[in-house]
């Protein structure tokens, strides 16, 4: 329990933000599925191709925005947890922030305008 001991006792606010992240990753995951049968891509194909559907963008853009969600998501993790260590209070509000713009990032995205992505709601 001696690893336990170095944790501050604000680090649980960390960890409610890892768990934030994670269920947004799957609230977004959900979102490409309905995608998936919305416009009729069928696994394992990993994005549609133009030639085969006709909402190929659109599909698309639902899938690399949750793509590039899980692409941060170990870097985001890392420095979350050893962030926490010393700073959790700092860390969970930057999380916190982190987390919500990257909600937007992803909704904006799946509007299938990628330049949405870059804003802050429509």
């Known amino acids: 329990m001696a690893g336990v001991q ?5 680090y649980g606010y960390v960890v409610l933000d890892l768990a934030l992240y994670s269920f947004l990753n799957f609230w977004m995951a959900f979102q490409v599925g309905k995608a998936r049968k919305r416009y009729n891509v069928n696994y394992p194909t990993m994005y549609a191709v133009e030639s085969e559907h006709k ?5 698309n853009c639902v899938q690399r925005g949750h793509q590039n969600s899980l692409e ?3 870097m985001f993790f890392m420095l979350m947890i050893v962030g926490g260590i010393k700073h959790p209070l700092l860390c969970s509000a930057l999380g916190l922030l982190y987390i919500v713009s990257r909600y937007f990032y992803f909704t904006g995205y799946a509007s299938g ?6 804003t802050i709601g429509y």
Not at 6 to 10: C, D, M, R, S, V
Not at 55 to 59: C, E, W, Y
Not at 113 to 118: A, S, V
């Open 55 to 59: 909402d190929a963008k659109l599909f």
């Open 113 to 118: 305008d990628p330049q949405k992505r870059l």
């Open 72 to 74: 941060m998501m170990p």
């Open 6 to 10: 170095l944790l501050p006792k604000e």
